[in-house]
C-alpha cells in the first residue's frame, strides 16, 4: 500500500468530504481490493458462521495489516485515519470480516505496539502484520460487558517463571481462530480497576481453550467465543507494561476502538444506500421505476443526507484520534468525541437501514438478501465498544466536569 504526493486538484467531493487526492486513492484501492477479494466470501460468511482461513494471509500480503506499525515491523506507518479508510472499505463489502480485522489489527495488534516491550513486538509484530498470525482482545466476561473493569473476575498470580489465568471471557471476536490474544487479568483484587494487568496469550499455552464458538444474528462469519483460562500458564515476559497498571492500556485503547466503529458504520451505510438507489431504480410498480414515486425519493434523499453526515463525523473523529497522545485517552475531548461519534454513527446507519429496507419492501426481509444482512448487523453497533447508554453517560460526564 502505497501513500505517494500528488499535484492533482481536489474534486468538489473529495473537499466535502475531507480527504486529500493521496487518501482517496488509498480508500479507492482498498475498496478494489475488498469488492475482488473479500465480497465473494460474505454470503457463505452469512449462510454457514463460516470462516475463510486463507484471507488474513491474503490481506496481509496486499499490504492491509499493520497500517499504524512501521515498517521494521512489517506495517505501513501510516497511521489511524488511513487505517479507518481501510476499515470502511472493507465493510462495504464483507463487514464481518471488517469486524475481525479490526479486532486484530486495532484491539490486538495496534495495542501491543502502543504499549508491549520491544521483545514483545519483535516477537508478535511481524506475523500479526503478516496475517499469519491472527489477534483477539480479552476483556468482557459473563458477567462484566458495560462494567468490564469494575466486574472483572478474572484472575492472575504469579508462581514462579509464570503467571497463572483463571477466568472466562466471552463475546471475544476472533476468539476461535485466534492465535495471540491480549487478555486483561486481576493481579490484585482489592484494587478495583487499578489491579489489572494485561498479558499476551497464545492459543496454544496450558489451559487455555475455546469453551464455545457463538453463533450470531448478524455479522455472521466474523467468528465470536466464549473463552476459558483454566490455570492458564503465561510466561512472565508476555506481561504487558506494568502489573496492576493495565487500566492505562484499556482506557487508551478503548478511545481509539470507538474511533474504529464509525468507518464499519459507515462503510455498511454506504453499501446499503447504494443498494436501495439501484432497487428502486430497476424496480417497477404501475408501469414505472419506484424511483418515480415522490415518497421512495423522499426516502432516498434522507439516506443521502445520512450517510454523508455520517462521514464528515467519522472523519473529523479519526482525525481527532490520529493526534491524540498515548497519555491522553479515556478523558477529556477524546473521550467525549469518539463516545459521540460512534453514538451518532451507530443510530445514523439504524436510520439508512431501515430506509433501505423500505425501498427494498418484500425482498428486502428475505434472510439470503444482501440488503437483509446488512441490517442484521444493525444492532451489534449499538452495543459494542460499550452500549448507546454508556456512550451518553460518557458525554454527559465530561460536559459536567469542572473547568
Known amino acids: 500500500m502505497e501513500n505517494r504526493p500528488s499535484a492533482e486538484r481536489p474534486s468538489v467531493m473529495q473537499a466535502f468530504a475531507g480527504l486529500s487526492t493521496d487518501e482517496l486513492k488509498i480508500l479507492d484501492t482498498a475498496d478494489r481490493f475488498a469488492q475482488a477479494e473479500l465480497y465473494p466470501l460474505a454470503q457463505q ?33 501510516l497511521g489511524v485515519f488511513i487505517s ?11 463487514h464481518a470480516l471488517g469486524l475481525a480485522w479490526v479486532a486484530h489489527e486495532n484491539l490486538c ?16 509484530l511481524p506475523g500479526l502484520n503478516r496475517g499469519t498470525l491472527i489477534g ?46 491480549l487478555v486483561y487479568a486481576k493481579t490484585e483484587m482489592d484494587k478495583g480497576s487499578h489491579g489489572i494487568s494485561a498479558f ?11 469453551a464455545q464458538k457463538l453463533v450470531k444474528m448478524g455479522f455472521r462469519g466474523s467468528q465470536t467465543a466464549e473463552l476459558v483460562l483454566d490455570e492458564c500458564r503465561v510466561p512472565v515476559e508476555n506481561l504487558v507494561g506494568e502489573e496492576n497498571r493495565g487500566v492505562k492500556i484499556v482506557m487508551s485503547g478503548l478511545d481509539l476502538e470507538r474511533a474504529m466503529i464509525s468507518p464499519i458504520c459507515l462503510g455498511i451505510a454506504e453499501r446499503a444506500f447504494a443498494l436501495a438507489l439501484d432497487y428502486a431504480r430497476q424496480r417497477k410498480q404501475f408501469g414505472r421505476p419506484i424511483a418515480d414515486f ?50 451518532y454513527v451507530a443510530e445514523t446507519m439504524n436510520k439508512v437501514l431501515n430506509h433501505a429496507i423500505q425501498v427494498h419492501g418484500g425482498s428486502g426481509y428475505i434472510w439470503e438478501s444482501e440488503i437483509n ?19 451518553k453517560m460518557i458525554i454527559a460526564g465530561e460536559l ?3 473547568e
Not at 84 to 94: D, E, I, M, Y
Not at 205 to 210: A, D, L, T
Open 136 to 181: 483477539a482482545l480479552g476483556l468482557t466476561e459473563p458477567g462484566a460487558g458495560s462494567d468490564a473493569l469494575g466486574s472483572m473476575r478474572t484472575t492472575a498470580r504469579r508462581d514462579g517463571g509464570d503467571y497463572v489465568l483463571n477466568g472466562r471471557k466471552i463475546y471475544i471476536t476472533n476468539g476461535p481462530v485466534a492465535d495471540v490474544l
Open 294 to 343: 415522490q415518497m421512495v425519493q423522499s426516502m432516498l434523499a434522507e439516506m443521502y443526507v445520512w450517510v454523508e453526515s455520517m462521514r464528515l463525523y467519522t472523519y473529523q473523529v479519526l482525525r481527532a484520534a490520529e493526534v491524540v497522545g498515548e497519555n491522553e485517552g479515556g478523558r477529556g475531548d477524546i473521550h467525549k468525541l469518539t463516545a459521540a461519534g460512534v453514538m
Open 45 to 77: 460468511m452469512d449462510d454457514e458462521e463460516w470462516w475463510p482461513g486463507d484471507i488474513f494471509p491474503k490481506i496481509g500480503e496486499a499490504g492491509y495489516f499493520g497500517v499504524t506499525a512501521p515498517e521494521a515491523y512489517g506495517g505501513s506507518g
Open 109 to 124: 495488534m495496534n495495542n501491543i505496539l502502543r504499549n508491549a516491550s520491544d521483545a514483545q513486538k519483535q516477537k508478535y
Open 84 to 94: 479507518g479508510l481501510v476499515l470502511q472499505a472493507f465493510s462495504r463489502w464483507n
Open 200 to 210: 499476551i496469550v497464545e492459543k496454544d499455552f496450558p489451559g487455555f481453550s475455546v
Open 400 to 402: 459536567l466536569k469542572g
Open 373 to 391: 444482512r446488512l441490517y442484521r448487523a444493525v444492532k451489534l453497533l449499538e452495543i459494542g465498544a460499550g452500549t448507546t447508554e454508556v456512550r
